[in-house]
């Protein structure tokens, strides 16, 4: 069983962005494969975009990484964000595997290939 923390933009449209974390999490979880995704759940009491909350919320997103959770970083969406930067920043560090799964992410990933 692998476990992959999905990256995706939350910012600006957060409503929507949610629900498309949503949708993918239930495209790709199966017996063998679970998304992680907690700032699903963070969303629901912190607001992003009160500072102090987002940073709460990116703590305990960090938290799956470092406690050695999340088997590799798999980025969706159409860009990528600020939020994902860190997320990728630190699975470098720790040595995850980093899967750019959309055009937008794979686009914009190239630039972290070589840093």
């Known amino acids: 069983m692998k476990t992959v923390f999905i990256g995706h933009p939350i910012g600006g449209d957060v409503k929507n962005n949610i629900q498309k974390v949503i949708s993918i999490c239930y495209e790709i979880h199966s017996e063998h494969l679970v998304p992680v995704a ?20 990116k703590i305990a997103n960090f938290e799956c990484f470092h406690r050695k959770f999340v088997d ?25 595997p980093i899967f750019p ?15």
């Open 101 to 115: 799964k959309t055009e937008g992410t794979k686009r914009d990933f190239i630039k972290y290939l070589y840093v």
């Open 38 to 57: 907690p700032y699903l759940v963070s969303l629901q009491y912190l607001n992003d975009d009160v500072i102090v909350d987002r940073e709460l919320g």
């Open 72 to 96: 590799e970083l798999w980025l969706y969406g159409d860009r990528i964000s600020k939020g994902m930067e860190e997320e990728i920043a630190l699975a470098k560090e720790l040595n995850i």
